[in-house]
T-cell receptor, first 112, second 118 residues
Framework: AQSVAQPEDQVNVAEGNPLTVKCTYS??????LFWYVQYPNRGLQFLLK??????LVKGSYGFEAEFNKSQTSFHLKKPSALVSDSALYFC??????????FGAGTRLAVHP | EAGVAQSPRYKIIEKRQSVAFWCNPI?????LYWYQQILGQGPKLLIQ????????DSQLPKDRFSAERLKGVDSTLKIQPAKLEDSAVYLC????????????????FGPGTRLTVL
């Protein structure tokens, strides 16, 4: 069965520093991986996805993610964090019929 | 391009009452999804429609939850009767894919309906 794990409940980073939000996956077959962000009282916003090709995927708002097949990881990164990046981040993998299987989420707190 | 619309945004009901949520997907999107997000957890798929047919409802508690997508556009999700454990945010999403999908389609989410069952 497809699954993702987000090992950190919360990540704290200072504004201007690089940030990483971790995600590992377990799939049978080709992994199709997604990152979404959720702001308070808002729905999920799509950031980026990995389907095939280049292991470094660039997405919205300056975020990128690195696909690593040997480590079964798909970590979300940003070179310089902003206070406005503070939100809840979800990693997901697609299961049957295109449904998304989400991790538990990681809360990112960026401090001024 | 308008996003996914949902209403109401908030709903408070007593247990054993019924409630309905409405979703209007992005125009032209063939596939519509309803997810349940319990506080502190990631969203979980309840039901998936392709046009007006059900593709996956394996995690829908069918004794109390029902959903329909008439004419392959808008959808409603109903809970009757509600239980305390149904307190959650109900998210609707849509994607463009018309076929079964290879798992690569991007889903776009609405703002959600926050349900509180007292």
């Amino acid at each position: 069965a497809q699954s993702v794990a987000q090992p950190e409940d919360q990540v704290n980073v200072a504004e201007g520093n690089p940030l990483t939000v971790k995600c590992t996956y377990s799939v049978s077959g080709n992994p199709y991986l997604f990152w979404y962000v959720q702001y308070p009282n808002r729905g999920l916003q799509f950031l980026l996805k990995y389907i095939t090709g280049d292991n470094l995927v660039k997405g919205s708002y300056g975020f990128e993610a690195e696909f690593n097949k040997s480590q079964t990881s798909f970590h979300l990164k940003k070179p310089s964090a902003l206070v406005s990046d503070s939100a809840l981040y979800f990693c997901a993998v697609t299961g049957g019929y295109n449904k998304l299987i989400f991790g538990a989420g990681t809360r990112l707190a960026v401090h001024p | 391009e308008a996003g996914v619309a949902q209403s109401p945004r908030y709903k408070i009901i007593e247990k054993r009452q019924s409630v309905a949520f409405w979703c209007n997907p992005i125009s032209g999107h063939a596939t519509l999804y309803w997810y349940q997000q319990i506080l502190g957890q990631g969203p979980k798929l309840l039901i998936q429609f392709q046009n007006n047919g059900v593709v996956d409802d394996s995690q829908l508690p069918k004794d109390r939850f029902s959903a329909e997508r008439l004419k392959g556009v808008d959808s409603t999700l109903k809970i009757q009767p509600a239980k305390l454990e149904d307190s959650a945010v109900y998210l609707c999403a849509s994607s463009q894919a018309g076929g079964q999908g290879r798992g690569t389609d991007t889903q776009y989410f609405g703002p959600g309906t926050r349900l509180t069952v007292l």
